[in-house]
């Protein structure tokens, strides 16, 4: 059964609702990607440490962006890979963090999320899965934070 964390939500808002795990769908591939509803991303989405996206793969997600990203992988790939699947998660974690600002850098008018970027890609680079279940996601992943970086940066 999963159950979805209230801690961030206000005193008022209703307890939460039980969920059988045999009760969802897993949506596999890419022919089956869903996009990020953009009302996750709010005021709460903050940076995590690779770290701390290791140690979310067992415990709680920390916020509605992080829930959504890692429960489009398959649980029963993490086992082995949880370094991979961190590596994949941060990458989109950071990505949704820095949505906002991609526009402005590809138009040299922001760096500040470049740093961030740079370094997710690097984790990505380092911990390539061995699964190749988790290979569309690992691709989706790196596709998507070279797409937010300058264009000098893709031709390397």
Do not use: C, N
């Not at 969920?19 to 709460?44: K, N, R, W, Y």
């Not at 890609?121 to 691709?139: G, I, K, N, Q, T």
Request: charged letters at 20%; zero cysteines; aromatic letters at 8%.
């Amino acid at each position: 059964m999963l159950t979805f964390s209230a801690h961030k939500l206000p005193a008022s808002a209703p307890e939460p609702t039980p969920i059988l795990e045999s009760s969802l769908q897993f949506l596999d591939g890419p022919e089956h990607s869903v996009s990020m509803p953009t009302a996750l991303v709010g005021e709460e989405v903050a940076l995590h440490s690779f770290r701390e996206h290791q140690d979310a793969l067992a415990g709680p997600a920390f916020d509605p962006v992080h829930l959504f990203q890692r429960s489009a992988i398959p649980r029963a790939a993490v086992r082995g890979e949880e370094q991979s699947v961190a590596a994949i998660l941060k990458a989109r974690h950071d990505l949704a963090f820095w949505t906002p600002m991609v526009e402005h850098g590809l138009a040299d008018m922001f760096s500040g999320h470049l740093r961030d970027l740079y370094a997710a890609l690097d984790l990505l680079e380092r911990f390539p899965p061995r699964r190749a279940v988790l290979r569309p996601h690992w691709e989706d992943a790196r596709a998507a934070l070279v797409g937010a970086l300058p264009r000098a940066t893709k031709a390397a």
